[in-house]
């Protein structure tokens, strides 16, 4: 099946049964070794398969070029793995099925990247989503669902159509939205995740690429 490679972006919304369930999986990420401070944690994956039986690829690092990532590119980011029982939820089997679906990739031939992310905020700090700046992923395709919003207020995802140009989508995602896009069309940014009390709060995400 042909890649839609005429498609710019795409918001969708996903049912969001069993998304709470994947709550406890975020809290036991690492922290990001790769940022200054302690707002983001992450991990990455890569794998074949279908989204009910995905078959783990061996460890490798993360990289990105520089053209692409004028803060990390050009380095070799080591993350931990996602966890194993993760991969058997029906929330997230639901976002990599979603994904490979949209896509109309084949899972068998075409290896899917899945970063699991928590961008973290507490009264004496805000959480960057990108501080990299607006930029793109270096990728074919990603698809960037919203897992969770915990007593956040702002993380809004913007698509644009060049990095010097007004953007062409601004929105709050919320739980079960997924943005689709096409990372060689558009870039894309996340402003500053900031509490909505006195107490931390957390914006969940899994990015998916290929």
């Known amino acids: 099946m042909p890649l839609p490679t005429d498609f710019t972006y795409a918001l969708e919304q ?13 809290d036991r990420m690492p922290l ?55 991969l058997t939820m029906p929330a997230f089997q639901t976002m990599v099925a979603r994904f490979i679906a949209f896509m109309g990739i084949d899972p068998e031939m075409r290896e899917i990247g899945v ?33 969770e919003r915990f007593r956040i207020l702002g993380a809004t995802t913007r698509i644009y159509p060049a990095r010097d140009q ?15 896009a096409n990372d060689r069309r558009i870039f894309h940014f996340g402003e500053l995740v900031r509490p909505s009390s006195d107490q931390p709060g957390h914006w969940d995400l899994l990015v998916i690429t290929s």
Do not use: W
Not at 15 to 26: H, M
């Open 115 to 147: 970063h699991q992310i928590r961008i973290c905020c507490a009264p004496e700090f805000a959480g960057a989503p990108a501080p990299e700046g607006i930029h793109q992923d270096g990728f074919d395709f990603i698809g960037i669902f919203c897992v």
């Open 166 to 180: 007004p953007p062409i989508f601004s929105r709050e995602l919320q739980t079960g939205e997924v943005v689709f």
């Open 32 to 86: 990001d070794p790769y940022i200054n401070g302690v707002f983001r944690r992450r991990r990455f994956s890569h794998f074949l398969g279908p989204a009910q039986h995905l078959r783990r690829l061996d460890h490798m690092h993360f990289l990105q070029s520089k053209a692409v990532n004028q803060l990390a590119g050009g380095m070799k980011r080591e993350f931990q793995e996602l966890e194993e029982d993760l």
């Open 14 to 26: 996903l049912p969001t049964s069993g998304f709470a369930d994947l709550r406890a999986s975020y």
